[in-house]
Protein backbone atom coordinates (compact mmCIF):
# COMPACT_ATOMS: atom_id res chain seq x y z
CA UNK A 1 0.00 0.00 0.00
CA UNK A 2 1.14 3.50 -1.04
CA UNK A 3 2.34 5.90 2.00
CA UNK A 4 1.31 9.34 1.89
CA UNK A 5 3.59 12.10 3.38
CA UNK A 6 1.47 15.17 5.27
CA UNK A 7 2.88 18.49 4.88
CA UNK A 8 3.27 21.40 6.62
CA UNK A 9 1.20 24.13 5.16
CA UNK A 10 4.39 26.55 5.33
CA UNK A 11 6.00 24.46 2.78
CA UNK A 12 2.84 25.06 0.58
CA UNK A 13 3.06 28.44 1.25
CA UNK A 14 6.66 28.84 -0.14
CA UNK A 15 5.92 26.07 -2.97
CA UNK A 16 3.15 29.04 -3.98
CA UNK A 17 5.95 31.84 -3.99
CA UNK A 18 8.75 29.99 -6.06
CA UNK A 19 10.75 29.79 -2.64
CA UNK A 20 11.16 26.52 -1.98
CA UNK A 21 14.30 24.90 -1.12
CA UNK A 22 15.82 22.70 -2.93
CA UNK A 23 16.06 20.47 -0.60
CA UNK A 24 12.38 19.97 -0.31
CA UNK A 25 12.00 20.37 -3.82
CA UNK A 26 13.49 17.28 -5.18
CA UNK A 27 11.69 15.40 -2.47
CA UNK A 28 8.19 16.31 -3.08
CA UNK A 29 6.14 15.03 -6.30
CA UNK A 30 6.78 18.00 -9.42
CA UNK A 31 2.92 17.43 -9.71
CA UNK A 32 2.26 18.26 -5.90
CA UNK A 33 4.41 21.50 -6.19
CA UNK A 34 2.51 22.53 -9.19
CA UNK A 35 -1.27 22.33 -7.49
CA UNK A 36 -0.29 23.97 -4.57
CA UNK A 37 0.69 26.95 -7.11
CA UNK A 38 -2.51 26.65 -8.28
CA UNK A 39 -4.18 27.13 -5.05
CA UNK A 40 -6.43 29.81 -4.11
CA UNK A 41 -4.62 31.67 -1.24
CA UNK A 42 -8.05 31.35 0.81
CA UNK A 43 -8.13 27.78 -0.21
CA UNK A 44 -7.39 27.18 4.09
CA UNK A 45 -9.12 28.68 6.52
CA UNK A 46 -7.05 30.91 9.04
CA UNK A 47 -4.45 31.43 6.27
CA UNK A 48 -4.38 35.42 7.89
CA UNK A 49 -2.44 33.99 10.98
CA UNK A 50 0.50 33.02 9.08
CA UNK A 51 1.61 36.87 9.43
CA UNK A 52 0.63 37.11 12.72
CA UNK A 53 4.44 35.71 13.83
CA UNK A 54 5.93 37.97 11.26
CA UNK A 55 4.10 40.73 12.37
CA UNK A 56 4.63 40.28 16.31
CA UNK A 57 8.51 40.10 15.21
CA UNK A 58 8.43 43.89 13.67
CA UNK A 59 6.34 45.30 16.69
CA UNK A 60 8.71 44.16 18.92
CA UNK A 61 11.69 45.58 16.89
CA UNK A 62 12.52 49.47 18.56
CA UNK A 63 12.47 50.81 15.73
CA UNK A 64 8.77 49.62 14.90
CA UNK A 65 7.12 52.39 16.31
CA UNK A 66 9.35 54.71 14.47
CA UNK A 67 8.79 53.51 11.12
CA UNK A 68 5.00 53.87 11.57
CA UNK A 69 5.14 57.57 12.91
CA UNK A 70 7.54 58.16 9.98
CA UNK A 71 4.82 56.91 7.59
CA UNK A 72 1.63 58.81 9.30
CA UNK A 73 3.93 61.92 9.26
CA UNK A 74 4.59 61.26 5.30
CA UNK A 75 0.81 60.60 4.96
CA UNK A 76 -0.01 63.85 7.07
CA UNK A 77 2.55 65.84 4.73
CA UNK A 78 1.17 64.21 1.28
CA UNK A 79 -2.47 65.22 2.46
CA UNK A 80 -1.45 68.29 3.34
CA UNK A 81 -0.50 68.95 -0.76
CA UNK A 82 -3.25 67.12 -1.83
CA UNK A 83 -6.04 69.43 -0.02
CA UNK A 84 -4.28 72.65 -1.72
CA UNK A 85 -5.68 70.91 -5.17
CA UNK A 86 -8.93 72.53 -6.13
CA UNK A 87 -9.86 69.24 -7.56
CA UNK A 88 -9.12 67.54 -4.26
CA UNK A 89 -12.86 68.18 -2.78
CA UNK A 90 -14.31 67.17 -6.19
CA UNK A 91 -12.53 63.81 -6.73
CA UNK A 92 -13.04 62.64 -3.06
CA UNK A 93 -17.11 63.56 -3.89
CA UNK A 94 -16.84 61.76 -6.99
CA UNK A 95 -15.66 58.44 -5.01
CA UNK A 96 -17.42 58.78 -2.12
CA UNK A 97 -18.91 55.84 -2.36
CA UNK A 98 -15.31 53.54 -2.61
CA UNK A 99 -13.55 56.02 0.13
CA UNK A 100 -17.16 55.35 2.78
CA UNK A 101 -16.96 51.26 1.58
CA UNK A 102 -13.28 51.43 2.51
CA UNK A 103 -13.44 53.26 5.90
CA UNK A 104 -16.48 51.29 7.13
CA UNK A 105 -14.62 47.91 5.92
CA UNK A 106 -11.40 48.84 8.21
CA UNK A 107 -13.35 51.18 10.82
CA UNK A 108 -12.21 48.82 13.53
CA UNK A 109 -8.76 48.67 12.86
CA UNK A 110 -8.39 52.65 12.52
CA UNK A 111 -8.47 55.78 13.95
CA UNK A 112 -11.99 57.49 11.98
CA UNK A 113 -10.97 61.09 13.35
CA UNK A 114 -8.04 60.88 11.61
CA UNK A 115 -8.37 59.61 8.66
CA UNK A 116 -11.27 62.32 8.28
CA UNK A 117 -8.73 65.08 9.26
CA UNK A 118 -6.17 63.51 6.58
CA UNK A 119 -8.78 63.47 3.79
CA UNK A 120 -10.42 67.34 5.12
CA UNK A 121 -13.59 65.66 5.58
CA UNK A 122 -15.83 66.95 8.31
CA UNK A 123 -18.11 64.26 10.28
CA UNK A 124 -21.21 65.55 9.36
CA UNK A 125 -20.20 65.26 5.68
CA UNK A 126 -18.72 61.32 6.49
CA UNK A 127 -22.42 61.15 7.67
CA UNK A 128 -24.32 62.59 4.98
CA UNK A 129 -22.08 60.60 2.56
CA UNK A 130 -22.58 57.72 4.39
CA UNK A 131 -26.15 57.63 4.34
CA UNK A 132 -26.25 58.11 0.62
CA UNK A 133 -24.10 55.08 0.01
CA UNK A 134 -25.73 52.74 2.95
CA UNK A 135 -29.31 54.15 2.51
CA UNK A 136 -30.24 54.82 -0.91
CA UNK A 137 -33.75 55.29 -1.96
CA UNK A 138 -34.74 54.82 -5.49
CA UNK A 139 -38.11 56.76 -5.21
CA UNK A 140 -36.29 60.07 -4.52
CA UNK A 141 -34.52 62.24 -7.16
CA UNK A 142 -31.37 63.08 -5.33
CA UNK A 143 -31.42 59.12 -3.80
CA UNK A 144 -31.72 60.27 -0.10
CA UNK A 145 -33.88 58.44 2.52
CA UNK A 146 -36.99 60.87 2.73
CA UNK A 147 -37.14 60.14 6.53
CA UNK A 148 -33.94 60.85 7.08
CA UNK A 149 -33.69 63.80 4.93
CA UNK A 150 -37.02 65.05 5.41
CA UNK A 151 -36.41 68.51 4.03
CA UNK A 152 -36.53 67.07 0.58
CA UNK A 153 -38.94 67.69 -2.28
CA UNK A 154 -42.15 65.53 -2.02
CA UNK A 155 -42.92 63.66 -5.23
CA UNK A 156 -45.76 65.57 -5.95
CA UNK A 157 -43.74 69.08 -5.98
CA UNK A 158 -41.02 66.80 -8.43
CA UNK A 159 -43.68 65.83 -10.35
CA UNK A 160 -44.96 69.96 -10.66
CA UNK A 161 -41.17 70.48 -11.64
CA UNK A 162 -40.94 68.15 -14.11
CA UNK A 163 -44.18 69.45 -15.21
CA UNK A 164 -43.05 72.86 -15.87
CA UNK A 165 -39.84 72.00 -16.97
CA UNK A 166 -41.31 69.81 -19.92
CA UNK A 167 -44.02 72.04 -20.46
CA UNK A 168 -44.39 73.88 -24.59
CA UNK A 169 -45.69 77.21 -22.64
CA UNK A 170 -42.19 77.51 -21.00
CA UNK A 171 -39.59 76.13 -23.66
CA UNK A 172 -38.24 79.54 -24.41
CA UNK A 173 -37.88 80.61 -20.34
CA UNK A 174 -34.72 80.10 -18.79
CA UNK A 175 -35.32 78.29 -15.77
CA UNK A 176 -35.39 81.51 -13.09
CA UNK A 177 -38.52 82.61 -15.32
CA UNK A 178 -40.28 79.21 -14.55
CA UNK A 179 -38.80 79.21 -10.93
CA UNK A 180 -40.44 82.62 -10.45
CA UNK A 181 -43.85 81.44 -12.25
CA UNK A 182 -43.64 78.71 -9.91
CA UNK A 183 -43.39 81.16 -6.88
CA UNK A 184 -45.63 83.63 -7.65
CA UNK A 185 -48.62 81.02 -8.48
CA UNK A 186 -48.24 78.86 -5.33
CA UNK A 187 -47.25 75.55 -7.55
CA UNK A 188 -43.73 74.81 -6.50
CA UNK A 189 -42.50 77.06 -3.98
CA UNK A 190 -38.21 76.34 -3.76
CA UNK A 191 -35.34 78.81 -4.18
CA UNK A 192 -33.78 79.06 -7.38
CA UNK A 193 -30.43 76.99 -6.09
CA UNK A 194 -32.53 74.09 -5.19
CA UNK A 195 -34.55 73.92 -8.67
CA UNK A 196 -30.67 74.06 -10.25
CA UNK A 197 -30.07 71.04 -7.79
CA UNK A 198 -33.26 68.98 -9.36
CA UNK A 199 -32.43 69.84 -12.70
CA UNK A 200 -29.29 68.10 -12.31
CA UNK A 201 -30.47 64.65 -10.56
CA UNK A 202 -33.24 64.59 -12.70
CA UNK A 203 -31.37 65.31 -15.90
CA UNK A 204 -33.93 67.82 -17.08
CA UNK A 205 -31.46 69.99 -18.88
CA UNK A 206 -32.87 73.02 -20.92
CA UNK A 207 -32.33 72.79 -24.79
CA UNK A 208 -30.57 75.63 -26.17
CA UNK A 209 -30.41 76.33 -29.48
CA UNK A 210 -26.55 75.77 -31.30
CA UNK A 211 -24.27 78.59 -31.89
CA UNK A 212 -24.58 80.07 -35.55
CA UNK A 213 -21.16 79.31 -37.05
CA UNK A 214 -19.60 82.84 -37.83
CA UNK A 215 -18.46 82.50 -41.32
CA UNK A 216 -17.11 86.14 -41.37
CA UNK A 217 -13.95 86.39 -40.51
CA UNK A 218 -13.16 90.45 -40.19
CA UNK A 219 -11.55 92.44 -42.47
CA UNK A 220 -7.96 91.20 -43.58
CA UNK A 221 -4.95 93.09 -44.53
CA UNK A 222 -2.58 91.35 -47.10
CA UNK A 223 -0.86 94.34 -47.28
CA UNK A 224 0.81 97.46 -44.88
CA UNK A 225 -1.31 100.72 -45.19
CA UNK A 226 -4.38 98.69 -46.67
CA UNK A 227 -6.18 98.93 -43.36
CA UNK A 228 -5.39 101.42 -40.25
CA UNK A 229 -7.76 101.85 -37.37
CA UNK A 230 -7.75 105.08 -34.95
CA UNK A 231 -8.94 105.03 -31.37
CA UNK A 232 -9.24 106.71 -28.10
CA UNK A 233 -7.66 105.82 -24.54
CA UNK A 234 -8.33 107.59 -21.38
CA UNK A 235 -5.08 107.47 -19.10
CA UNK A 236 -5.28 109.17 -15.61
CA UNK A 237 -2.40 110.53 -13.76
CA UNK A 238 -1.59 111.12 -10.16
CA UNK A 239 -2.63 114.54 -10.23
CA UNK A 240 -6.13 113.37 -10.83
CA UNK A 241 -6.67 114.56 -13.90
CA UNK A 242 -7.58 112.28 -17.47
CA UNK A 243 -5.77 112.14 -20.44
CA UNK A 244 -6.71 111.33 -23.79
CA UNK A 245 -3.93 109.40 -25.90
CA UNK A 246 -5.00 109.16 -29.69
CA UNK A 247 -3.62 106.16 -31.48
CA UNK A 248 -3.58 105.48 -35.34
CA UNK A 249 -2.45 102.06 -36.16
CA UNK A 250 -1.58 99.93 -39.40
CA UNK A 251 -3.83 97.05 -39.31
CA UNK A 252 -1.04 94.38 -41.37
CA UNK A 253 1.58 95.48 -39.16
CA UNK A 254 0.84 96.35 -35.96
CA UNK A 255 3.01 99.95 -36.30
CA UNK A 256 1.56 103.06 -34.63
CA UNK A 257 1.73 105.57 -36.97
CA UNK A 258 1.08 108.40 -34.92
CA UNK A 259 -0.22 109.14 -31.00
CA UNK A 260 -1.33 112.21 -29.73
CA UNK A 261 -1.81 113.49 -25.96
CA UNK A 262 -3.98 115.96 -25.12
CA UNK A 263 -6.42 116.86 -22.21
CA UNK A 264 -9.93 117.08 -24.37
CA UNK A 265 -11.55 115.41 -27.35
CA UNK A 266 -10.84 117.46 -30.54
CA UNK A 267 -11.22 116.81 -34.05
CA UNK A 268 -8.56 118.70 -34.82
CA UNK A 269 -6.52 116.23 -33.23
CA UNK A 270 -7.77 113.28 -35.03
CA UNK A 271 -7.73 114.77 -38.21
CA UNK A 272 -4.06 116.45 -37.43
CA UNK A 273 -3.07 112.80 -36.67
CA UNK A 274 -4.20 111.44 -39.97
CA UNK A 275 -3.23 113.79 -42.04
CA UNK A 276 0.40 113.34 -40.49
CA UNK A 277 0.42 109.77 -40.90
CA UNK A 278 -0.87 109.90 -44.39
CA UNK A 279 2.01 112.37 -45.60
CA UNK A 280 4.89 110.65 -43.63
CA UNK A 281 3.69 107.16 -44.81
CA UNK A 282 1.55 107.17 -48.15
CA UNK A 283 4.19 107.88 -51.15
CA UNK A 284 2.30 106.53 -53.95
CA UNK A 285 -0.21 108.70 -54.98
CA UNK A 286 -3.34 107.25 -55.43
CA UNK A 287 -3.32 104.40 -52.37
CA UNK A 288 -6.21 103.81 -50.64
CA UNK A 289 -6.39 103.42 -47.53
CA UNK A 290 -9.57 101.91 -45.31
CA UNK A 291 -9.74 103.82 -42.13
CA UNK A 292 -11.76 101.96 -39.35
CA UNK A 293 -12.80 104.30 -36.73
CA UNK A 294 -15.50 103.58 -33.62
CA UNK A 295 -18.86 106.17 -33.52
CA UNK A 296 -17.07 108.97 -31.72
CA UNK A 297 -17.51 112.38 -32.24
CA UNK A 298 -13.85 112.90 -32.48
CA UNK A 299 -13.78 110.92 -35.75
CA UNK A 300 -17.12 111.88 -37.37
CA UNK A 301 -17.25 115.66 -37.63
CA UNK A 302 -16.72 117.99 -40.49
CA UNK A 303 -13.23 118.46 -39.97
CA UNK A 304 -12.27 115.05 -40.37
CA UNK A 305 -14.50 114.91 -43.52
CA UNK A 306 -13.11 117.88 -45.03
CA UNK A 307 -9.54 116.41 -44.97
CA UNK A 308 -10.23 112.47 -46.17
CA UNK A 309 -12.23 113.79 -49.45
CA UNK A 310 -9.77 116.82 -50.33
CA UNK A 311 -8.63 115.18 -53.78
CA UNK A 312 -4.65 114.73 -52.56
CA UNK A 313 -5.84 112.20 -49.90
CA UNK A 314 -7.04 108.65 -50.75
CA UNK A 315 -9.06 107.44 -47.67
CA UNK A 316 -11.80 106.02 -46.94
CA UNK A 317 -13.48 106.33 -43.78
CA UNK A 318 -15.63 103.24 -42.43
CA UNK A 319 -17.73 103.19 -38.75
CA UNK A 320 -17.23 99.93 -37.11
CA UNK A 321 -20.67 98.52 -36.26
CA UNK A 322 -22.59 100.77 -38.43
CA UNK A 323 -20.34 100.58 -42.44
CA UNK A 324 -18.94 97.35 -41.16
CA UNK A 325 -20.01 94.69 -38.94
CA UNK A 326 -17.06 94.13 -37.26
CA UNK A 327 -15.85 96.43 -34.30
CA UNK A 328 -12.80 98.37 -33.44
CA UNK A 329 -11.31 95.16 -31.56
CA UNK A 330 -7.52 95.27 -33.08
CA UNK A 331 -6.71 99.40 -31.94
CA UNK A 332 -8.50 98.41 -28.82
CA UNK A 333 -6.49 95.32 -28.01
CA UNK A 334 -3.63 97.40 -28.75
CA UNK A 335 -4.43 100.25 -26.17
CA UNK A 336 -4.73 97.48 -23.42
CA UNK A 337 -0.98 96.30 -24.48
CA UNK A 338 0.36 100.46 -24.04
CA UNK A 339 -1.11 100.66 -20.62
CA UNK A 340 -1.28 97.40 -18.90
CA UNK A 341 2.46 96.26 -20.18
CA UNK A 342 3.57 99.64 -19.84
CA UNK A 343 2.20 102.40 -18.44
CA UNK A 344 0.52 100.82 -15.96
CA UNK A 345 3.93 99.80 -14.37
CA UNK A 346 5.09 103.51 -13.91
CA UNK A 347 3.82 105.96 -12.10
CA UNK A 348 3.02 109.71 -13.50
CA UNK A 349 1.81 113.14 -12.23
CA UNK A 350 1.09 115.17 -15.15
CA UNK A 351 0.29 115.40 -18.64
CA UNK A 352 4.61 115.84 -19.28
CA UNK A 353 5.42 113.07 -17.34
CA UNK A 354 2.78 110.97 -19.53
CA UNK A 355 3.96 112.19 -22.69
CA UNK A 356 7.63 111.83 -21.73
CA UNK A 357 6.98 108.31 -20.99
CA UNK A 358 5.23 107.43 -24.38
CA UNK A 359 7.60 108.48 -25.89
CA UNK A 360 10.39 105.61 -24.78
CA UNK A 361 6.96 103.46 -25.03
CA UNK A 362 6.03 103.58 -28.27
CA UNK A 363 9.71 102.76 -29.95
CA UNK A 364 10.32 100.22 -28.14
CA UNK A 365 6.67 98.84 -28.83
CA UNK A 366 7.74 99.47 -32.55
CA UNK A 367 11.36 98.35 -32.75
CA UNK A 368 12.29 96.26 -29.88
CA UNK A 369 9.22 94.22 -28.89
CA UNK A 370 8.87 90.82 -30.80
CA UNK A 371 5.63 90.02 -31.39
CA UNK A 372 3.94 86.72 -31.38
CA UNK A 373 1.23 87.55 -33.64
CA UNK A 374 4.09 88.72 -36.08
CA UNK A 375 5.38 85.53 -36.26
CA UNK A 376 8.68 87.06 -33.85
CA UNK A 377 8.77 90.56 -35.94
CA UNK A 378 8.82 93.72 -34.59
CA UNK A 379 6.37 96.23 -35.93
CA UNK A 380 8.56 98.01 -38.09
CA UNK A 381 9.97 95.02 -39.67
CA UNK A 382 6.60 93.94 -40.70
CA UNK A 383 5.60 97.50 -41.59
CA UNK A 384 8.83 98.00 -43.89
CA UNK A 385 8.95 94.19 -44.98
CA UNK A 386 12.26 93.38 -43.88
CA UNK A 387 13.07 89.60 -44.79
CA UNK A 388 13.89 87.91 -41.31
CA UNK A 389 15.21 84.46 -41.47
CA UNK A 390 12.85 82.82 -39.60
CA UNK A 391 13.11 79.66 -40.79
CA UNK A 392 16.34 79.13 -39.84
CA UNK A 393 14.95 79.12 -35.91
CA UNK A 394 13.81 75.75 -36.20
CA UNK A 395 17.36 74.58 -37.24
CA UNK A 396 18.90 76.73 -34.16
CA UNK A 397 17.02 75.08 -32.03
CA UNK A 398 17.45 71.22 -32.94
CA UNK A 399 21.49 72.03 -33.32
CA UNK A 400 21.30 74.13 -29.59
CA UNK A 401 19.19 70.62 -28.50
CA UNK A 402 22.04 68.29 -29.80
CA UNK A 403 24.46 70.81 -28.18
CA UNK A 404 23.05 70.64 -25.15
CA UNK A 405 22.99 66.98 -24.53
CA UNK A 406 26.86 67.08 -25.32
CA UNK A 407 27.35 69.86 -22.86
CA UNK A 408 25.34 67.92 -20.41
CA UNK A 409 26.71 64.56 -20.68
CA UNK A 410 30.24 66.43 -19.40
CA UNK A 411 29.07 67.78 -16.49
CA UNK A 412 29.82 66.05 -12.85
CA UNK A 413 27.91 66.38 -9.74
CA UNK A 414 28.28 64.69 -6.61
CA UNK A 415 25.95 61.88 -6.92
CA UNK A 416 27.71 61.25 -10.21
Known sequence: MKQYNSYHT????????????????????????????????????????????????????????????????????????????????????????????????????????????????????????????????????????????????????????????????????????ISYYALRNNIVNVSLATWYNYINSLGLYRPRAPKKPKYCTGIRANRPHQVWHADITVVKCLNGMKYYVYLLMDKFSRFILNYQVSEKVSAEIRMQSIKQAYEQYIKAPGEDVRLIVDGGVENNNSTVEYYISSEEVSVQKLIAGKDIRFSNSMVEAQNKIIKYHYLFKHDYKDIHELRNLLDWIIPDYQYERHHHSLKGLTPYEALTRVHVPTEQWQQQIQEAKQLRVQQNMKETCEIC
Open 10 to 177: SIKQLAKRNKLPKKYASSIDRSTIWRWRKEEDDKYFGVELSKIDLLEQFLERRESATVIRTYLKFVATFSVILKRSSQFQNTLSENKEKLILSILKYKKNINLKLVLRLCNISSSVFYHWKNQVLKKCPSSPVQLCRRIYSNQLTKDEVNRMKKLLTSQQFRYWPVNS
